[in-house]
């Protein structure tokens, strides 16, 4: 059966003290809401309607998705008003599933059961077990038929013992639900339209009412200050470091470990603590991560070593290279198989050949470095002259003394010499030794400074 989902996101998030949109609020580093978005389309929703409020420029130039239909709430009235904002985009043949927009750690597994549970009644709500319900609207039921949600300060005594509450997420008909919408009041102490009234109602017209419930609780728990972001963000990281371990990754403590994207692993796979993965990370069989290293869109071969406080963006390190420690790679930066990026050497936009060695204290920017190429400590590839970025060529089995300055546009050839303290400004031909720097003076019996 066709089916939508609406998704309530019009607040502001006062709590959050922030111009952003409580939504947009990133858990793992996706806004939340988005979260919502991905997983309502993982279970392959015909529609999605998208009830926003407060910030909408910045949701709508910031959230993606397909089918996604914008309903704008002007005045937030209540959780009812909400999703009447969506009433004129609903068919009656279809389902419609319910969700909060600041509930962004629900899986779609507990999802489809909801709309397994939903096939089998009439109305079908999410509802979760707590030790402590206190504030919480509870569920209650009669010959094991839901017939009403009362609040807290409602309940009586017997009532208030109920642990089963409401999460604000559930599924029912587009006709019955559009019924109900036009029924709902707001004669209450807020004036807003509640859509759990619609329980109540249903119940009434003598309809079956049953739940399902997620696998944890903090699935359903929602965010309204920056505490709860933090207690989100952590269950997150320790469901997907669970994951990457069950998978066979190794990591040295999965409370210190962010996945803020996609990870894919090959077998015997290592991560040391506090390593940060963003974006989408591809790392081979046999895959050694030292501890504080963060890497964002990059591809690391077969039996690489990232050693420790090192950062690799938007590059490719090939098979058996070695990086760090504290090495940096930038965008377009290339490690073919078995070459070595050492401590504080940085690189962008740069291709290092297979063997090729840069082990200290170098920048290599918009370069091409041959096979078996040795790069000394102190190197710099000086390729802005302030207006114009130029590229340098150094050949294969060339050899660049230690505190070179390679001034580009500029060729190094194969099996060069380049001695150290040079600045080379014209091109050094194949098998030649360049030396360029200032003649030495030892001035004798010099006299040393004193103290005035």
């Given at each position: 059966m066709?089916?939508?989902v609406?998704?309530l996101a019009?607040?502001?998030?006062?709590?959050m003290?922030?111009s952003l949109?409580?939504v947009?609020h990133?858990?793992?580093g996706?806004?939340?809401v988005?979260?919502?978005?991905n997983?309502?389309?993982?279970i392959?929703?015909?529609s999605i309607?998208?009830?926003?409020?407060?910030g909408?420029?910045?949701?709508k130039?910031?959230?993606?998705?397909?089918?996604?239909?914008?309903?704008l709430?002007e005045?937030?009235?209540?959780?009812?008003?909400?999703v009447?904002?969506a009433?004129?985009?609903?068919?009656?043949?279809?389902?419609v599933?319910v969700?909060?927009?600041?509930a962004?750690?629900i899986?779609?597994?507990?999802l489809a059961q909801l709309?397994?549970?939903k096939?089998?009644?009439?109305l079908?709500?999410?509802?979760?077990?707590?030790?402590?319900p206190?504030?919480?609207g509870?569920?209650?039921r009669?010959?094991d038929?839901i017939?009403a949600i009362v609040?807290?300060?409602d309940a009586?005594?017997?009532?208030k013992?109920?642990?089963e509450?409401?999460?604000?997420?559930?599924m029912?008909?587009?006709?019955d639900?559009?019924?109900w919408?036009g029924a709902l009041?707001?004669?209450n102490?807020q004036?807003?339209y509640y859509l759990?009234?619609?329980?109540?109602?249903?119940?009434?017209?003598?309809?079956?009412?049953?739940?399902?419930?997620?696998?944890?609780?903090?699935e359903v728990?929602?965010?309204?200050?920056?505490?709860?972001?933090a207690?989100?963000?952590r269950?997150l990281?320790?469901?997907?470091?669970?994951?990457l371990m069950?998978?066979g990754?190794?990591l040295a403590d999965?409370?210190?470990f962010?996945?803020?994207?996609?990870l894919?692993?090959?077998q015997?796979?290592?991560i040391?603590?506090n390593a940060?993965?963003?974006?989408n990370v591809i790392?081979?069989?046999?895959v050694?991560?030292?501890?504080?290293c963060?890497?964002?869109?990059?591809e690391?071969?077969d039996?690489?070593v990232?050693?420790?406080n090192s950062i690799i963006e938007?590059?490719i390190v090939g098979?058996?290279?070695?990086?760090?420690?504290?090495?940096?790679l930038?965008?377009?930066?290339?490690m073919?198989?078995?070459s070595?990026?050492?401590?504080?050497?940085?690189?962008?936009k740069?291709?290092?050949?297979e063997g090729a060695k840069?082990n200290?204290?170098?920048?290599?920017g918009d370069a091409?470095?041959?096979a078996?190429?040795?790069i000394g400590?102190g190197?710099i590839t000086?390729?802005y002259d302030?207006?114009?970025?130029?590229k340098t060529?150094i050949?294969?089995?060339a050899?660049v003394?230690s505190?070179s300055?390679?001034?580009?546009?500029v060729?190094?050839g194969?099996n060069?010499?380049?001695?150290?303290?040079s600045v080379i400004t014209?091109?050094?031909?194949?098998?030649a030794l360049?030396?360029?720097?200032?003649k030495q003076r030892?001035i004798a019996?010099?006299?040393r400074?004193t103290?005035k």
């Open positions: 066709a089916f939508s609406v998704v019009a607040g502001k998030g006062t709590r003290k922030s949109p409580k947009l990133k858990v793992g996706v806004p939340m988005q979260r919502i978005i997983t309502v389309q993982a392959e929703a015909d309607h998208l009830v926003y409020g407060h909408g420029d910045k949701l130039a910031t959230l993606t998705g397909e089918n996604l239909n914008w309903c709430q005045e937030q009235l209540g959780t009812g008003h909400a009447q904002q009433a004129p985009h609903i068919n009656d043949d279809e389902d599933l969700l909060v927009g600041d962004p750690l899986r779609q597994e507990t709309k397994a549970v096939a089998e009644c009439d079908a709500l999410l509802t979760v077990e707590l030790d402590d206190t504030g919480m509870r569920i209650i009669q010959d038929n017939t609040e807290h300060k009586t005594d017997a009532q013992q109920i642990c509450i409401n999460t604000g997420m559930m029912m008909s587009g006709s639900l559009k019924r919408l009041s707001n004669s102490a004036g807003e759990t009234d619609v329980i109540e109602m249903a119940a009434n017209e003598g309809k079956r009412i049953q739940s399902a419930q997620p696998q944890e609780v903090v728990e929602g965010v309204n200050n920056r505490i709860q972001l207690h989100l963000e269950a990281q320790l469901r997907q470091a669970n994951e069950t998978n990754v190794a999965p409370l210190r962010d996945l803020r994207g996609t894919t692993t090959g015997d796979v290592t040391d603590i940060v993965v963003e974006g790392l081979g069989n046999n050694t991560i030292g501890p504080n963060v890497l964002k869109n990059c690391i071969a039996n690489a990232i050693e420790a938007e590059a098979e058996s290279c070695t990086v760090g420690p504290f090495g940096r930038r965008p377009g930066a290339v073919h198989a078995k070595k990026v050492g401590n504080f050497v940085e690189m962008k740069t291709i290092l050949g840069v200290h204290l170098t920048y290599l091409e470095v041959g078996n190429a040795n400590a190197t000086c390729n302030g207006v114009n970025k130029s060529v050949g294969q089995n050899f003394g505190n300055s390679l001034v580009a546009p060729t190094i194969d060069a010499t380049v001695g150290a303290g014209t091109e050094v031909e194949s098998a360049a030396v360029a720097r200032g030892n019996n010099w006299p400074p103290k």
